[in-house]
């Protein structure tokens, strides 16, 4: 099983949907990070988090540190927002450099 | 601010080729990381790098991979020979050292690499 869990997988919706992103993590953390991967490769840090929740525009991300699950919300969705929306953790464990452990990530594609 | 720069950002080799990768961290990053991401998968750590010191690099395949950071600023990653299996996208990502374990990392764009 692995350490951190996205689902779903994959996902459609239409242009001006409500779209929620979920991430579970089985290990003690010290932060949360949600990340954007365009096609190409490259990687946008969206929100860091260690508690509560963050707004950026029309993206909010949520973590519940006892529930050990986070969500990354978009409201009013449109076709630029497609791309792959990965969780990453950083384990409490490893200290002040502790690596990320990552999600696979979930692919998001919205229609006009 | 300039961010992560990564060169080159696609490359296509046969097998038994060799490739390398260059990596320019954020101004003033002390820590550097390496990672491999497969198609479907999320990234994984190849090697973490603190000034010009190995931090981590129990996940780098060391028969054929190899990475510096001589100067302790920008690092080359290379690959020699390559196989099918290394056909990825490599990013590159640099954080500041602070205590307390919440170092955000950026990321480069990242180098697709294709092994015919």
């Known amino acids: 099983k692995n350490e951190v869990e996205q689902s779903p997988q994959n996902l459609t919706a239409q242009e001006g949907e409500f779209i929620t992103i979920n991430c579970s993590y089985s290990v003690g953390i010290s932060a949360l990070h949600w990340l954007q991967q365009h096609p190409g490769g490259g990687i946008v840090s969206l929100f860091m988090?260690?508690?509560g929740k963050k707004k950026h525009g029309r993206l909010i991300a949520t973590i519940n540190i006892q529930e050990k699950h986070s969500s990354l919300h978009i409201t009013a969705s449109h076709p630029r927002d497609s791309a792959v929306y990965i969780c990453?953790?950083?384990?409490?464990?490893?200290?002040?450099?502790?690596?990320?452990?990552f999600g696979k990530g979930t692919k998001l594609s919205v229609k006009p | 601010e300039a961010g992560v720069a990564q060169s080159p950002r696609y490359k296509i080799i046969e097998k038994r080729q060799s490739v390398a990768f260059w990596c320019n961290p954020i101004?003033?990053?002390?820590?550097l990381y390496w990672y491999q991401q497969i198609l479907g998968q999320g990234p994984k750590l190849l090697i973490q790098?603190?000034?010009?010191?190995?931090?981590?690099d129990s996940q780098l395949p060391k028969d054929r991979f190899s990475a510096e950071r001589l100067k302790g600023v920008d690092s080359t990653l290379k690959i020699q020979p390559a196989k099918l299996e290394d056909s990825a996208v490599y990013l590159c990502?640099?954080?500041?050292?602070?205590?307390?374990?919440?170092?955000?990392?950026?990321f480069g764009p990242g180098t697709r690499l294709t092994v015919l």
């Open positions: 988090l260690s508690s």
């Open positions: 101004s003033g990053h002390a820590t």
């Open positions: 790098f603190q000034n010009n010191g190995v931090v981590d």
């Open positions: 990453a953790v950083r384990s409490r464990d490893g200290g002040s450099q502790g690596n990320l452990i």
């Open positions: 990502a640099s954080s500041l050292f602070l205590a307390g374990g919440r170092n955000e990392q950026f």
